[in-house]
């Protein structure tokens, strides 16, 4: 992991200090309790520092009260008044939603994929889950993403359970998103984290920032497909994971 970090900064500078009538020279910290890292930001390096005993995240930093208080600000902006007896407790409320539609900050997905069995008689044939159910949210407007999402990988000597890939899709899905994005993401994660010979995942969504604003079409799906591997070299793997998933 040494090569995603390039330096580890503790900032300080040289005072003069009067002790007991004598000046002295002494360091002092430029922001107690901090250290800076210049690093490589990725899924794997953000858990190992959030991870670290003692560490904490500038997002730790922002309170619950703090992210009461913003909102409040938009309900003002809108032109409510956050003051009334209907909307005393929803900033708080909105704090404790937004904290499980985007846990998926505080998920690290690889770990949910390192519980595996290696007696399955060596199956080396595509394993599917279809019909995944999930819910996420544009980082565009925030507005919510509503879909299904089918995942196969190709084993290589060793398989996952079942519910560790819907929590993969759970773990990324809970973030702020582009479907493309997503989509990749979770491929991506199960090739590599399961060391399988090839994943594929598609994802057929409903955007809200699609069919409730803007151009309003309310019949509008998007579908994506992703392909590691094996899969990206056979397009016959391709065509048996879309027809399982009934795309053909």
């Not at 430029?30 to 003692?54: A, C, Q, R, S």
């Not at 398989?159 to 993401?185: C, D, H, N, P, W």
């Amino acid at each position: 992991m040494t090569e995603y970090f390039a330096a580890i900064l503790v900032p300080e500078e040289t005072v003069v200090s009067n002790v007991n009538g004598k000046k002295r020279r002494i360091k002092k910290k430029f922001f107690p309790g901090y250290v800076l890292l210049k690093m490589i930001m990725n899924d794997k390096t953000w858990h190992l520092v959030k991870d670290t005993d003692k560490i904490q995240s500038n997002k730790d930093l922002i309170t619950d009260q703090q992210a009461e208080e913003a909102f409040k600000t938009i309900l003002k902006w809108i032109g409510e008044d956050p003051n009334r007896e209907g909307l005393l407790e929803t900033p708080k409320r909105v704090i404790k939603a937004f904290k499980e539609y985007f846990k998926g900050y505080n998920q690290d997905p690889i770990k949910d994929l390192k519980k595996t069995f290696g007696d399955v008689d060596g199956y080396d044939d595509m394993v599917v889950e279809k019909n995944i159910t999930f819910e996420s949210h544009c980082e565009h407007h925030m507005a919510p993403i509503i879909g299904i999402a089918h995942v196969a990988y190709i084993p290589h000597e060793k398989v996952v359970g079942l519910s560790k890939l819907a929590r993969v899709v759970e773990a990324y899905s809970r973030r702020l998103q582009t479907q493309e994005r997503l989509t990749m993401e979770i491929a991506n994660t199960i090739f590599k984290g399961l060391k399988a010979h090839g994943a594929a995942v598609s994802i057929d969504a409903v955007h809200h920032c699609m069919t409730s604003r803007g151009i309003k079409k309310h019949e509008a799906t998007t579908v994506t497909n992703y392909f590691t591997g094996m899969f990206k070299e056979s397009h016959n793997l391709q065509n048996r994971f879309l027809q399982y998933i009934g795309q053909k």
